[in-house]
């Protein structure tokens, strides 16, 4: 029997392409005769362009063109549904009249022989504004409509509860910060337009720039084989990309434009600031009656982004009454988007903080709360769950952290000038699955080329999907090549919401099992194969071989079987749809953290961190780890350090660079720990997995600002908890 590669302690099949500088990133792809491309941005947060001198800019050497609103063309803009572009408004036509709706908004760009070139043109545009006071602050702005839900009543419920705790949580605004900023190439041939680019969906890209150029979707190529992180920036096409496209077009050449450090905090997106007022109803053992949620938080003046953070609220706990209400503030600032756990995140640091206000406000530990409080059904809609072993992570956490040693008491347990505390938290996050297709080609060498339009931003997508398709097709990962990040491919959905591998992952595996049953059909029916008149159900594969299923030696090779068939290659299409739910599917996990506060100053150190996950089947250990381990730091940042500060005099962000920005550095980094819970869920997919990325960031700011209060005895309900909070 050859060895499983699924569940195998592979390395990413594509480290050493990364390592030695091999891999191709947005901005590397050589491209000829390509110029470069800088963008101006507004230096007003809302108001109207008066008049644009391109004079200076012009006369630099090097420079090429300048394009803004005054010389643009018009472009279609055909509405796009069919892209993760927000709702209920328009997005940002770039360069198609005088308006600025946020500051930093791309106002003209330069195209010059050499990047230095374009930038410094850049710096010589001059912009007139009639300027207005831009609205970036959350309180105290009109909303639109909320959205809302209910069951039972909720207010009632609250008024009579024996114990009723009601509190306002607040969360900054957060930007991704991948380390790859966001980068796009864009060649026009005639009327077809290739970009190369840094998306998490080369597809939704592909079809937003033809929405925006009034193009047929297959007259535009996107191709992006590695994203150096994205965290959910990447899963539109920004105006940048218009812009790039639009540029190549003007100056008639191809066209590089990488954005600025700054540049990615004025338009890729960002997790939105929250306010988020929570009143709940408990009896005196803890048992949850009711919860109002009232929530509001930014968007732009343009777009209605809204994202997933009701579902927590109305499924993690058991109890009769609920309603909740977010409502969205349109301000003067770029649109948010999905950033790490989008929604869930901010509900779960909302409600696992309640949760450890009532457990100390009861006297009652934590853990046991919320075992009082697990739900026996999905009560947002009566499904059964397929899997939601949290109880199971409780108890494994618990003994793996050792949480017998915590005290009850806040402020109990000291080293030297620090106080210790223990937080845990929960969280779950919805298995999402879409339609998704991929192509397998086996050829004459017995090598499998397996390929799908997804891409792999940095949790091992090319990693996972060669264990899947090694498995089903009985070859060494080493005979597979996964190719990605490319729109001429099979069609996938983006790559987010933690639903690659099992969309993506079962379209592959459908793929494999295909091409593996017509290899066998070929086989069993060809005369001279040693498989011939086997019943096809009685072969195996292994090791490159087919194979009757108890007597190994009798087979041949997928290399005998071709060659002697003559054929050059087997090719087949896999594909997933998801079908109807009949069960409620969610990933779950229990993270515990171990902080250090100094009393005198206020530092929060964390010093140790356990995530315990039911996330399904484990594909790749390694990655799953490596993924858990980013979830802690991102939650670590989201905690303590990451805090996007707007001047709200003129609406710019003060801190748009990684030395004013804090995220969370190795020294923040302490003992990461994660244990993923055995086992499968055979209802989630063909695979049996219900996705990680999201569940490992989820609970982990709640853990840490539980573990604050633990140390301290001091509640803060802001994020990041500052040094200032403490003291
Ligand atoms: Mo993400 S926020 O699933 O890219």
Redesign the pocket.
């Known amino acids: 029997m050859s060895r499983q590669a699924v569940g195998a302690p592979l390395s990413r099949v594509d480290g050493r392409l990364k390592v030695t500088g091999q891999a191709k990133y947005a901005a590397d792809h050589p491209t000829e005769g390509v110029v470069h491309a800088a963008i101006v941005g507004s230096t007003v947060g809302r108001g109207r362009m008066t008049g644009i001198d391109t004079r200076a800019a012009l006369a630099h050497p090097g420079v090429l063109t300048v394009i803004s609103h005054l010389n643009a063309p018009k472009l279609a803009y055909r509405p796009n549904p069919s892209s993760n572009n927000p709702e209920g408004g328009e997005r940002l036509h770039v360069f198609q009249d005088d308006k600025v709706l946020f500051h930093g908004q791309p106002v003209a760009v330069v195209v010059a022989t050499t990047p230095q070139a374009a930038q410094h043109g850049a710096s010589l545009v001059e912009v007139r504004y009639d300027a207005e006071k831009p609205a970036t602050d959350l309180t105290g702005t009109h909303a639109h409509d909320p959205v809302t839900y209910a069951r039972g009543d909720a207010d009632q419920a609250v008024q009579s509860a024996a114990v009723r705790l009601e509190m306002t949580y607040r969360t900054a605004r957060n930007h991704h910060n991948a380390v790859e900023p966001h980068a796009t190439i864009a060649r026009w041939d005639g009327d077809r337009l290739t970009v190369w680019d840094k998306t998490?969906w080369v597809v939704g890209t592909q079809r937003e720039l033809a929405a925006v150029f009034g193009l047929e979707q297959d007259a535009v190529r996107v191709i992006s084989p590695f994203v150096g992180g994205?965290?959910?920036?990447?899963?539109r096409a920004w105006p940048h990309v218009t812009i790039a496209a639009l540029a190549a077009r003007e100056a008639g050449r191809p066209v590089k434009l990488v954005l600025t450090r700054k540049q990615l905090y004025a338009g890729t997106g960002h997790r939105p600031a929250y306010a988020y007022h929570l009143r709940l109803g408990s009896d005196r053992r803890g048992r949850l009656t009711a919860m109002v949620h009232d929530i509001t938080a930014e968007t732009s003046s343009y777009e209605n982004f809204r994202e997933n953070v009701l579902a927590a609220g109305q499924a993690l706990y058991a109890m009769p009454h609920v309603r909740q209400a977010y409502r969205t503030v349109p301000l003067d600032v770029n649109t948010p988007?999905?950033?790490?756990?989008?929604g869930h995140a901010t509900a779960a640091y909302v409600i696992e903080s309640a949760l450890d206000e009532l457990a100390h406000e009861l006297g009652i530990d934590p853990i046991e709360l919320r075992r009082r409080n697990e739900p026996a059904k999905d009560e947002s809609n009566g499904m059964p769950f397929s899997t939601r072993r949290l109880r199971e992570c409780y108890t494994v956490g618990a003994r793996a952290f050792g949480w017998d040693r915590r005290a009850p008491k806040p402020r109990s347990t000291r080293d030297g000038d620090w106080l210790i505390g223990m937080g845990m938290a929960a969280a779950a996050h919805g298995t999402l699955r879409n339609p998704a297709q991929a192509r397998v080609l086996l050829d004459a060498r017995g090598v499998a080329r397996v390929e799908a339009a997804t891409s792999d931003?940095g949790p091992g997508t090319y990693t996972s999907m060669t264990q899947v398709a090694a498995d089903a097709l009985g070859l060494p990962t080493s005979a597979v090549d996964f190719r990605l990040g490319d729109s001429t491919m099979p069609t996938t959905p983006?790559?987010?919401?933690?639903q690659t591998t099992a969309s993506v992952g079962s379209a592959v595996q459908d793929g494999c099992d295909k091409l593996r049953r017509q290899a066998i059909e070929l086989a069993v029916g060809d005369e001279r194969s040693p498989l011939h008149g086997v019943d096809a159900g009685d072969v195996a594969v292994g090791d490159g071989r087919l194979h009757v299923k108890n007597d190994p030696a009798r087979g041949e090779t997928y290399q005998q079987l071709l060659a002697r068939n003559g054929r050059t290659r087997l090719e087949t299409l896999g594909a997933f749809t998801p079908g109807e739910p009949r069960f409620s599917t969610c990933a779950y996990g229990a993270t515990f953290a171990e902080v250090a506060v100094d009393h005198r100053l206020g530092l929060v150190r964390v010093r140790r961190m356990l995530g315990v996950y039911d996330v399904g089947r484990i594909i790749s250990p390694k990655l799953a780890d490596s993924q858990a381990h980013g979830g802690m730091v991102g939650g670590i940042g989201m905690a303590l350090l990451e805090h996007t500060v707007t001047d709200h005099r003129d609406g710019r962000i003060v801190n748009n660079n990684l030395a004013d920005y804090l995220v969370p550095v190795n020294a923040d980094v302490p003992d990461l720990r994660a244990i993923f819970l055995d086992g499968e869920d055979r209802e989630a997919d063909p695979l049996g997995v219900k996705g990680l990325?999201?569940v490992v960031h989820i609970g982990v700011a709640p853990a840490i600002a539980n573990a604050v209060f633990h140390a301290t005895g001091r509640r803060v309900r802001e994020l990041p908890i500052t040094t200032e909070a403490l003291l």
């Open positions: 998490q994205a965290f959910g920036s990447g899963l988007l999905y950033m790490r756990g989008p931003m983006a790559h987010g919401g933690s990325g999201e």
